[in-house]
């Protein structure tokens, strides 16, 4: 079997594409996880507006969890950001 080196991989004698990393996850989810908590926090403000969801406890604990939320976030994006930037194979 003779492979084409720019096709191949040369420490596997395996076709390069199929060790190809696709990007698409990592990318997106770096973009999605922020939006999706700024609409997240939008909806929380305007569900504030409504005083009787305001009063309910179920608000205040919402409050919480955006905040656990936003320290996710912080860890999440970064790694992702890593992964969709690495190459775990050197072909």
């Known amino acids: 079997m003779d492979w084409n080196l720019s096709h191949s991989c040369a420490l596997c004698n395996r076709p390069r594409s199929f060790f190809r990393k696709h990007r698409f996850f990592p990318t997106f989810t770096v973009v999605a996880i922020p939006v999706i908590f700024v609409l997240m926090v939008v909806g ?46 050197p072909c």
């Open 44 to 89: 929380h403000y305007f569900e504030g507006l409504v005083p009787a969801i305001a009063a309910t406890p179920a608000h205040g604990k919402e409050t919480h969890n955006l905040i656990v939320k936003f320290v996710a976030m912080h860890v999440w994006i970064p790694y992702f950001r890593h992964l969709g930037q690495s190459c775990w194979m």
